[in-house]
């Protein structure tokens, strides 16, 4: 798996985007050049734990880009698949940041995060600075959710460019080096 310090990789991916009326578009790395990233991967669309995740990152939208944090989620199904699944989940009808369909598993690949036997990607979180190097990564097992206001924070961290303590939150002092 990539881990801090290496380079996200470029792609270029379909995707479903738009908040009321979603199409299928092509999203690539080009298109987040000189910005913070937060990208995550879920395992499969038309499950259980993934649409709670998804919908969260969805509604922390604001928040990311209020941290100039451009968010997109992706896994291994198709553009079709991620539309039919956003057109009947009502959490994710709404949804203010793009689905990428990794049909290839390249983008996956690329990051070392398929899961051995399932061959679907693992919860996995990129957070990537505005040159395009990795500075967090986590990933959690096919049943387990991760916490979007941890993410969050941790963006918020990464940017004072400054040493944060344990539970740290924006606003509270950094510690001194």
Do not use: N
Request: aromatic share 10%; glycine share 8%; hydrophobic share 45%.
């Amino acid at each position: 798996m990539l881990t801090v310090g290496d380079r996200f990789p470029e792609f270029d991916l379909a995707a479903v985007q738009g908040l009321d009326d979603p199409k299928i578009t092509r999203v690539s790395s080009k298109d987040f050049a000189g910005r913070w990233l937060v990208a995550f991967s879920w395992p499969m669309d038309f499950t259980f734990v993934c649409p709670t995740e998804i919908a969260a990152f969805g509604a922390a939208h604001k928040e990311f880009a209020a941290l100039d944090a451009a968010v997109f989620g992706f896994s291994v199904d198709s553009e079709y698949v991620h539309l039919a699944w956003r057109q009947r989940h009502p959490h994710l009808r709404h949804l203010a940041i793009p689905m990428l369909a990794d049909v290839k598993r390249e983008l996956s690949g690329a990051l070392g995060i398929l899961d051995k036997d399932a061959g679907v990607a693992l919860r996995a979180t990129f957070v990537v600075d505005p040159e395009g190097v990795v500075r967090h990564v986590s990933a959690y097992g096919l049943d387990t959710g991760r916490s979007v206001a941890e993410v969050l924070r941790t963006v918020a961290a990464l940017r004072t460019g400054g040493l944060t303590p344990c539970e740290w939150h924006t606003g509270e002092a950094l510690l001194a080096g």
